[in-house]
């Protein structure tokens, strides 16, 4: 799926590669429910995404989430890539801390209500509206941006980190306005003049693989 803004971005563009973590192991088979971190098929799909992006390099730099599932997402890709991993509060999801985690697979069960509040973008049950958690998605990746002006680099992050931050410059109405795939790559330049573009959005090719192996009991 691929997004353009309109516009001319200059020179001096910088690539910013954003991914979101691989999935996560159930919360009740976690030791920290609130934070758990990949299970079996996520560490395999982490490995994938891991061998897409270091085709791609070199990168100049990876950023993370604080939390495990995004963490155990980047390590592979770190070693890969060569890089250490930069950990920023601003690019976790919005209820770290605050809740269990959810797998986003069972939230859309029919008859969950918490689903149905999610729809009307009804965060008051963790106390943050979708307008906030937008701004500080904007605000985490935008200091990134600054940091690395004409430069490539991958943010480990979540999902609605990657829809508030493109939502933000495509003029998206709501703030969940796609659904990313686990390791899903969104990928964004960035010009010196404050032009955002998105040349991809939630690419997710690398996991053919992993599906082709699983058919052939590899």
Not at 97 to 108: T, V
Not at 116 to 134: M, N
């Amino acid at each position: 799926m691929v997004a353009v803004s309109g516009g001319s971005g200059g020179a001096g563009l910088m690539e910013l590669m954003l991914i979101r973590h691989a999935l996560p192991m159930p919360a009740a088979d976690s030791r920290d429910p609130g934070d758990p971190g990949l299970g079996e098929e996520g560490r395999r799909q982490a490995e994938l995404v891991a061998m897409r992006l270091a085709e791609m390099g070199p990168w100049d730099a990876l950023y993370c989430s604080p939390q495990a599932r995004a963490l155990e997402t980047a390590a592979p890709i770190a070693q890969r890539a060569g890089l250490d991993v930069t950990v920023r509060d601003g690019l976790a999801e919005f209820d770290w801390g605050k809740a269990d985690y959810i797998h986003f697979e069972e939230l859309a069960k029919p008859g969950n209500t918490m689903m149905a509040k999610f729809a009307r973008e009804d965060f008051s049950d963790y106390g943050t509206t979708a307008e906030e958690i937008r701004a500080k998605a904007i605000d985490a990746v935008e200091q990134i941006v600054a940091h690395h002006a004409g430069g490539r680099v991958m943010v480990v992050t979540h999902g609605t980190v990657v829809n508030g931050f493109v939502g933000g410059f495509l003029g998206a109405r709501k703030l969940v306005f796609h659904h990313p795939h686990y390791t899903g790559l969104t990928l964004v330049q960035a010009s010196r003049k404050g032009h955002r573009e998105v040349v991809c959005l939630n690419e997710s090719a690398h996991l053919r693989l992993l599906q082709t192996a699983t058919v052939n009991g590899e």
